[in-house]
């Protein structure tokens, strides 16, 4: 057996890791593979001489995802970093085209408008909003999906529809039924919220990896054992989403049989599937996690993995006796190599000062990881009931669920600002 770690840029949801995971089962000699969605690796194990390096980075990169090998942690990291400042620099011009764009757009709209207002409350009435309007906001659009289409050809051809695929379908379908600028509005809106969530990505992997001075395989750790919660909210994220994809397509083919307007209730099908993606609710669990686990390690208690936390935020006291009766085992920097390398929780301070913050941190924790939860349902939950009445117009989704992604990344980030003497 041979194992290959491969770095994947941008492969922060859910939707990314089942991609790479649907290109790479097909082929028979991989035999296990492991995400890490905060760094943004995929460990791969596979048989000697059945496949090669070159055929699994060829079949990750058909997902339209840069991929390299990680053979040497510092060479490859300057690999790594040259192309995503590469890629977030061209994602920058095309977000900021698109926005030019869509105000040129609007001005044009504007003045070929009885009254400037016209422009944002009969919107739906103008139709194409004139020939040259149209042209403008397509052009915005085209500007936002640019780095977009590979990713979105990608998953259609490995039968997935991830964000990407279910954007770009939305703004063609806002352009067949004449809405040019709420399509250019989603596209331009998308763009500037995924460079958002991009950027409150990136922080947290900087300042995890600065936190923790060997941090890596600790990180790495923490996102590979994960936690009874992250495992729940991966399996609903599973069903979530092909479900929601259902209820657009019954929304956009069942009420028209009733009232004859396809154009509205296909409009409003177009909301449901902007939130079918659960990009912020599933990246809420392990970026909180990874934070605690950090901020742990640097006041010296070393903790293996989620579910080591989760399960001790829930004994009765913070004592040692609590933590065994939990299953924890708890040793101090000191013991035997074979003791540290079974135990749950490794202490390099007073040993029962550093029981106490880790029950109360891991308490803590797990309060973030609700709130995350809470403000990823919440957020879905209000756009996916407002929708069918027509209350809810796809750029403010658009900008309500990328930006719930950024919000529950930087709450999860809190947990690394905790002071030494307090968890």
């Not at 640019?146 to 998953?155: D, N, T, V």
């Not at 500037?192 to 922080?203: D, K, T, Y």
């Not at 403000?375 to 209350?391: E, H, N, R, Y």
Request: net charge negative; glycine share 6%; charged share 15%.
């Amino acid at each position: 057996m041979s194992d290959l770690r491969i770095h994947v840029h941008a492969m922060d949801c859910a939707d990314e890791a089942a991609l790479v995971r649907r290109a790479l089962a097909p082929n028979t000699a991989v035999r296990t593979m492991e995400f890490d969605l905060i760094q943004g690796f995929v460990d791969i194990v596979y048989v000697d001489g059945a496949t090669s390096e070159v055929a699994l980075l060829d079949a990750v990169r058909s997902t339209g995802l840069a991929a390299h090998a990680v053979h040497g942690a510092e060479g490859h990291q300057a690999v790594a970093q040259e192309h995503a400042e590469h890629h977030d620099h061209s994602s920058t011009i095309s977000t900021v085209v698109s926005g030019v764009l869509f105000l040129a757009g609007w001005i044009v709209e504007g003045l070929t408008a009885d009254h400037w207002l016209d422009t944002f409350v009969h919107r739906g009435q103008h139709g194409a909003h004139g020939v040259s309007a149209a042209m403008v906001y397509g052009c915005s659009a085209l500007a936002g999906l640019w780095p977009m289409w590979p990713r979105a050809f990608a998953a259609v051809r490995h039968l997935r529809l991830d964000m990407h695929a279910l954007v770009c379908l939305t703004v063609v379908g806002a352009a067949v039924i004449g809405e040019w600028s709420e399509g250019a509005a989603v596209a331009f809106l998308f763009s500037l919220a995924h460079r958002m969530e991009a950027w409150s990505i990136e922080r947290a992997r900087s300042e995890i990896a600065a936190l923790v001075g060997r941090g890596p395989s600790l990180v790495a750790q923490g996102v590979q054992q994960s936690a009874p919660m992250e495992r729940w909210i991966e399996r609903f994220a599973a069903i979530y989403t092909p479900v929601v994809t259902a209820a657009a397509l019954v929304l956009a083919l069942v009420p028209p049989l009733v009232d004859g307007q396809w154009a509205t209730w296909f409009y409003r099908a177009l909301v449901f599937l902007v939130l079918a993606c659960p990009c912020a609710l599933v990246i809420s669990t392990p970026v909180t996690m990874v934070a605690a686990l950090s901020s742990a390690a640097r006041r010296g208690v070393l903790v293996k993995g989620g579910a080591v936390l989760e399960r001790a935020a829930a004994v009765s006291a913070p004592t040692r006796q609590a933590l065994a009766e939990a299953g924890i085992t708890v040793v101090g920097a000191q013991a035997q190599v074979m003791e540290v390398v079974a135990a749950d929780v490794v202490v390099t301070a007073a040993e029962d000062k550093a029981i106490e913050l880790l029950v109360l941190h891991a308490r803590r924790a797990l309060r973030v990881v609700r709130q995350n939860v809470a403000i990823s349902l919440v957020t879905k939950m209000a756009f996916l009931v407002s929708a069918p009445f027509g209350f809810a117009p796809l750029w403010m989704a658009v900008l309500a669920d990328t930006g719930a992604t950024v919000i529950v990344t930087l709450n999860g980030l809190r947990l690394l600002s905790a002071k030494s003497d307090t968890p």
